[in-house]
């Protein structure tokens, strides 16, 4: 299996980055307001979903069966994991 690395928060980059609903069906948003790589993981540590945006407003749409994922959130400065419930 594939190890997902901690929660990293740096206070200064917190309000940069929003993911909402949470929880919600399968359909989230995430707001950044800089380029960013995101990677979708399940319970597991498998890969789902992975893109890369400029900034802006990026909607991921999931089929994936209820429960917990994972979102890490890659920036030049900054990577954090999000964890996210499916229900």
């Known amino acids: 299996g594939r190890v997902i690395p901690g929660v990293n928060v740096d206070e200064n980059q917190t309000d ?8 919600s069906k399968g359909n989230f ?4 307001a800089e380029p960013i790589r995101f990677e979708l993981y399940n319970s597991i540590g ?3 979903i992975a893109g890369q945006k400029d900034g802006g407003s990026i909607q ?6 209820k429960g917990v994922y994972f979102l890490r959130i890659i920036s030049e400065n900054d ?7 499916i229900e």
């Open 79 to 85: 990577s954090r994991t999000e964890k996210l419930v």
């Open 16 to 23: 940069q980055i929003q993911v909402y609903p949470n929880p």
């Open 29 to 32: 948003t995430i707001e950044v």
């Open 46 to 48: 498998q890969l789902i």
């Open 60 to 65: 991921i749409q999931t089929q994936e069966e």
